[in-house]
Protein backbone atom coordinates (compact mmCIF):
# COMPACT_ATOMS: atom_id res chain seq x y z
CA UNK A 1 0.00 0.00 0.00
CA UNK A 2 1.62 3.35 -1.16
CA UNK A 3 0.50 6.79 1.02
CA UNK A 4 1.36 10.06 -0.64
CA UNK A 5 3.25 12.56 1.31
CA UNK A 6 2.51 16.31 0.42
CA UNK A 7 4.16 19.16 1.66
CA UNK A 8 1.63 21.72 3.13
CA UNK A 9 2.05 25.32 2.62
CA UNK A 10 3.56 26.40 6.01
CA UNK A 11 6.51 23.59 5.33
CA UNK A 12 6.90 25.52 1.72
CA UNK A 13 7.15 28.91 3.05
CA UNK A 14 9.30 27.65 6.30
CA UNK A 15 11.59 26.27 3.68
CA UNK A 16 11.54 29.14 1.11
CA UNK A 17 12.48 31.67 4.25
CA UNK A 18 15.40 29.47 5.13
CA UNK A 19 16.67 29.37 1.55
CA UNK A 20 16.16 33.23 1.05
CA UNK A 21 18.12 33.71 4.39
CA UNK A 22 20.61 31.60 3.57
CA UNK A 23 21.17 33.39 0.65
CA UNK A 24 21.51 36.77 1.92
CA UNK A 25 23.94 35.61 4.48
CA UNK A 26 26.15 34.31 1.63
CA UNK A 27 25.85 37.70 -0.28
CA UNK A 28 26.05 39.73 2.81
CA UNK A 29 29.62 37.54 3.20
CA UNK A 30 30.94 37.71 0.04
CA UNK A 31 30.33 41.49 -0.13
CA UNK A 32 31.98 42.09 3.64
CA UNK A 33 34.76 39.73 1.57
CA UNK A 34 34.79 41.96 -1.32
CA UNK A 35 34.99 45.41 0.44
CA UNK A 36 37.47 44.13 2.71
CA UNK A 37 39.95 42.66 -0.19
CA UNK A 38 38.85 46.35 -2.06
CA UNK A 39 39.92 48.84 0.91
CA UNK A 40 43.02 46.32 1.58
CA UNK A 41 44.31 47.21 -2.10
CA UNK A 42 43.86 50.79 -1.60
CA UNK A 43 45.67 50.84 1.57
CA UNK A 44 48.81 48.56 -0.50
CA UNK A 45 48.46 51.18 -3.71
CA UNK A 46 48.53 53.81 -0.75
CA UNK A 47 51.69 52.53 1.26
CA UNK A 48 53.90 51.86 -1.93
CA UNK A 49 53.11 55.70 -2.98
CA UNK A 50 54.06 56.44 0.57
CA UNK A 51 57.33 54.50 0.15
CA UNK A 52 58.40 56.10 -2.86
CA UNK A 53 57.88 59.25 -1.61
CA UNK A 54 59.75 58.51 1.85
CA UNK A 55 62.76 57.53 -0.23
CA UNK A 56 62.52 60.62 -2.82
CA UNK A 57 62.56 62.43 0.54
CA UNK A 58 66.13 60.83 1.15
CA UNK A 59 67.52 61.16 -2.13
CA UNK A 60 66.37 64.55 -1.77
CA UNK A 61 68.55 65.23 1.18
CA UNK A 62 71.43 63.57 -0.96
CA UNK A 63 70.83 65.80 -3.78
CA UNK A 64 71.07 68.91 -1.87
CA UNK A 65 74.55 67.26 -0.24
CA UNK A 66 76.02 66.47 -3.88
CA UNK A 67 74.70 69.56 -5.47
CA UNK A 68 76.84 71.59 -2.80
CA UNK A 69 79.91 69.86 -3.74
CA UNK A 70 79.43 71.47 -7.19
CA UNK A 71 78.51 74.68 -6.72
CA UNK A 72 80.59 75.06 -3.65
CA UNK A 73 83.60 72.83 -4.20
CA UNK A 74 86.41 75.73 -2.10
CA UNK A 75 84.02 75.25 0.60
CA UNK A 76 82.49 72.05 0.58
CA UNK A 77 82.98 70.85 3.87
CA UNK A 78 81.07 74.08 5.36
CA UNK A 79 78.61 73.37 2.16
CA UNK A 80 77.27 70.26 2.22
CA UNK A 81 74.73 70.08 5.24
CA UNK A 82 73.39 73.48 3.94
CA UNK A 83 70.27 74.41 1.42
CA UNK A 84 69.05 77.37 -0.61
CA UNK A 85 72.53 78.62 -1.08
CA UNK A 86 73.69 80.51 -3.87
CA UNK A 87 76.60 82.82 -3.39
CA UNK A 88 80.19 81.27 -4.14
CA UNK A 89 80.79 80.68 -0.31
CA UNK A 90 77.02 79.56 0.54
CA UNK A 91 77.00 82.36 3.18
CA UNK A 92 73.02 82.91 1.97
CA UNK A 93 72.54 79.51 2.45
CA UNK A 94 70.59 77.45 5.54
CA UNK A 95 72.57 75.15 7.80
CA UNK A 96 70.39 72.30 8.84
CA UNK A 97 70.11 72.26 12.20
CA UNK A 98 69.97 69.15 14.68
CA UNK A 99 66.79 67.54 15.94
CA UNK A 100 64.75 70.00 13.92
CA UNK A 101 61.70 68.78 11.58
CA UNK A 102 61.08 70.19 7.87
CA UNK A 103 58.92 70.28 4.54
CA UNK A 104 60.42 69.92 1.65
CA UNK A 105 59.73 72.28 -1.00
CA UNK A 106 60.40 72.37 -4.78
CA UNK A 107 60.60 75.54 -7.04
CA UNK A 108 59.23 74.52 -10.37
CA UNK A 109 60.31 78.13 -12.75
CA UNK A 110 63.10 80.35 -11.80
CA UNK A 111 66.36 80.30 -11.45
CA UNK A 112 66.82 77.39 -9.11
CA UNK A 113 64.50 75.34 -10.76
CA UNK A 114 63.61 72.09 -9.58
CA UNK A 115 66.15 72.82 -6.11
CA UNK A 116 65.22 71.15 -3.41
CA UNK A 117 64.84 72.98 -0.32
CA UNK A 118 63.50 72.93 3.73
CA UNK A 119 61.27 74.84 5.65
CA UNK A 120 61.20 74.29 9.47
CA UNK A 121 58.22 73.13 11.16
CA UNK A 122 56.74 75.08 13.63
CA UNK A 123 53.66 75.95 15.91
CA UNK A 124 52.38 78.12 13.19
CA UNK A 125 53.93 76.53 10.14
CA UNK A 126 52.07 73.08 9.82
CA UNK A 127 51.69 72.65 6.28
CA UNK A 128 53.75 70.28 4.22
CA UNK A 129 51.12 68.43 2.29
CA UNK A 130 51.87 66.80 -1.18
CA UNK A 131 49.26 67.88 -4.00
CA UNK A 132 49.23 65.49 -7.29
CA UNK A 133 49.62 68.02 -10.62
CA UNK A 134 49.53 66.25 -13.98
CA UNK A 135 52.13 68.08 -15.78
CA UNK A 136 51.50 68.96 -19.57
CA UNK A 137 54.46 68.70 -21.84
CA UNK A 138 53.13 68.96 -25.33
CA UNK A 139 51.07 71.93 -24.95
CA UNK A 140 47.91 69.53 -25.80
CA UNK A 141 45.88 70.16 -22.89
CA UNK A 142 46.00 66.93 -22.00
CA UNK A 143 48.21 65.44 -18.05
CA UNK A 144 51.28 63.85 -20.08
CA UNK A 145 52.30 63.01 -16.18
CA UNK A 146 51.78 62.93 -12.76
CA UNK A 147 53.75 64.04 -10.07
CA UNK A 148 53.55 64.78 -6.53
CA UNK A 149 54.38 67.98 -5.66
CA UNK A 150 54.20 70.68 -2.26
CA UNK A 151 50.75 72.28 -2.76
CA UNK A 152 50.37 75.69 -4.36
CA UNK A 153 52.85 75.25 -7.41
CA UNK A 154 51.80 78.04 -10.15
CA UNK A 155 53.51 76.83 -13.17
CA UNK A 156 51.38 77.19 -15.96
CA UNK A 157 51.98 73.69 -16.93
CA UNK A 158 50.40 71.76 -13.61
CA UNK A 159 46.98 71.16 -13.00
CA UNK A 160 45.69 69.59 -10.07
CA UNK A 161 44.78 66.10 -9.93
CA UNK A 162 44.52 65.31 -6.09
CA UNK A 163 44.84 67.53 -3.04
CA UNK A 164 46.76 67.13 0.24
CA UNK A 165 46.87 63.46 -0.08
CA UNK A 166 49.83 62.76 1.67
CA UNK A 167 52.06 64.81 4.27
CA UNK A 168 55.73 64.63 4.21
CA UNK A 169 58.87 65.95 6.98
CA UNK A 170 61.95 65.10 7.92
CA UNK A 171 63.77 64.84 11.35
CA UNK A 172 67.48 65.70 11.16
CA UNK A 173 70.09 64.18 13.74
CA UNK A 174 73.53 64.81 13.80
CA UNK A 175 75.78 61.85 15.31
CA UNK A 176 78.36 63.88 17.38
CA UNK A 177 81.57 62.39 17.65
CA UNK A 178 82.40 65.31 19.41
CA UNK A 179 82.79 65.62 23.62
CA UNK A 180 82.38 69.07 23.85
CA UNK A 181 78.62 68.60 22.45
CA UNK A 182 79.35 70.51 19.13
CA UNK A 183 78.42 68.81 15.77
CA UNK A 184 81.59 68.58 13.80
CA UNK A 185 80.37 69.37 10.26
CA UNK A 186 83.70 68.93 8.89
CA UNK A 187 83.46 65.18 9.29
CA UNK A 188 79.84 64.93 10.16
CA UNK A 189 76.99 62.94 9.60
CA UNK A 190 73.19 62.90 10.40
CA UNK A 191 70.56 60.63 10.64
CA UNK A 192 67.08 62.04 8.15
CA UNK A 193 64.27 60.07 9.19
CA UNK A 194 61.40 61.12 6.36
CA UNK A 195 58.00 60.36 7.54
CA UNK A 196 54.91 60.24 5.31
CA UNK A 197 51.38 60.35 6.18
CA UNK A 198 47.80 59.85 4.90
CA UNK A 199 44.52 59.61 5.78
CA UNK A 200 42.37 56.74 4.45
CA UNK A 201 38.45 56.16 5.38
CA UNK A 202 39.51 58.65 8.71
CA UNK A 203 42.55 56.84 9.86
CA UNK A 204 45.72 58.28 9.85
CA UNK A 205 48.72 55.74 8.32
CA UNK A 206 52.22 56.44 8.48
CA UNK A 207 55.44 55.25 7.00
CA UNK A 208 58.76 56.12 7.57
CA UNK A 209 62.32 55.54 6.16
CA UNK A 210 65.97 56.44 7.78
CA UNK A 211 69.26 56.98 6.40
CA UNK A 212 72.59 58.32 7.52
CA UNK A 213 73.97 61.26 5.02
CA UNK A 214 77.58 61.85 5.51
CA UNK A 215 80.01 64.60 4.28
CA UNK A 216 81.83 62.35 1.78
CA UNK A 217 83.27 64.81 -0.51
Known amino acids: MRHAFRSTPAETLIE ?8 IMGTAAALSM ?32 DTNYLRFPADADTCWYTFGGTTAACGDGTPLQNNRTYFYYRDFSGSTALDWGLTRVTNTNTQGYLTLYGLDLDGDGNS ?3 L ?3 AN ?14 KRT ?3 EYNDTNVDGSNDNDDASYDATVTVSWTQRGVTHTISLTRTIANVY
Open 16 to 23: TIIAITVI
Open 34 to 65: LRTSLDGNELVGQKVVAINLAVEGLDALKNIR
Open 144 to 146: DMD
Open 148 to 150: YAQ
Open 153 to 166: VTESGFSTQETQAF
Open 170 to 172: VLI
